[in-house]
Nanobody
Framework: QVQLVESGGGLVQAGGSLRLSCAASGRTLSSYAMGWFRQAPGKKREFVAAVTASGGSTYYSDSVKGRFTISRDNAKNTVYLQMNSLKPEDTAVYYC????????????????WGQGTQVTVSS
C-alpha cells in the first residue's frame, strides 16, 4: 500500500512562490504517473498537474499553466510542484496521488489520499 506525504505548504503573499514535495513509500514511483490536486474550502477537489512516469511529459490545468511546474526525482521517490506567481485563488489544501495510467489521474477516483499540505496566499 502506497503512503504519500505532502509537505512544503505555508503562508505566502500574492506573487510569491512555494515548492511542494510529495514523498512516497510502499511503492517505487518510477513506473507510475504522478499528479497534484487541490481542494479549496467549500469546493470540490480539482486536478492541478500531472507528470508521466519518466518525467518526459506534463499536463496542467488551465488555471495554473505557465505558473506551476511539476517535476519528479525517481531516485528519491518524490514529486515536486513549483508554484510561482501565486494568487489568492490558489489557496487550498494540496494533495498528490499516483497511477499507472497517466490520464486516469484526471478522474481523481482514488480511495487513498495523503493528509495534504495547506497553501494560503494572502492578497
Amino acid at each position: 500500500q502506497v503512503q504519500l506525504v505532502e509537505s512544503g505548504g505555508g503562508l505566502v503573499q500574492a506573487g510569491g512562490s512555494l515548492r511542494l514535495s510529495c514523498a512516497a513509500s510502499g511503492r517505487t514511483l518510477s513506473s507510475y504517473a504522478m499528479g497534484w490536486f487541490r481542494q479549496a474550502p467549500g469546493k470540490k477537489r480539482e486536478f492541478v498537474a500531472a507528470v508521466t512516469a519518466s518525467g518526459g511529459s506534463t499536463y496542467y490545468s488551465d488555471s495554473v499553466k505557465g505558473r506551476f511546474t511539476i517535476s519528479r526525482d525517481n531516485a528519491k521517490n518524490t514529486v515536486y510542484l513549483q508554484m510561482n506567481s501565486l494568487k489568492p485563488e490558489d489557496t487550498a489544501v494540496y494533495y498528490c496521488n499516483t497511477d499507472i495510467n497517466f490520464w486516469r489521474l484526471l478522474t481523481q477516483k482514488y480511495d487513498y489520499w495523503g493528509q495534504g499540505t495547506q497553501v494560503t496566499v494572502s492578497s
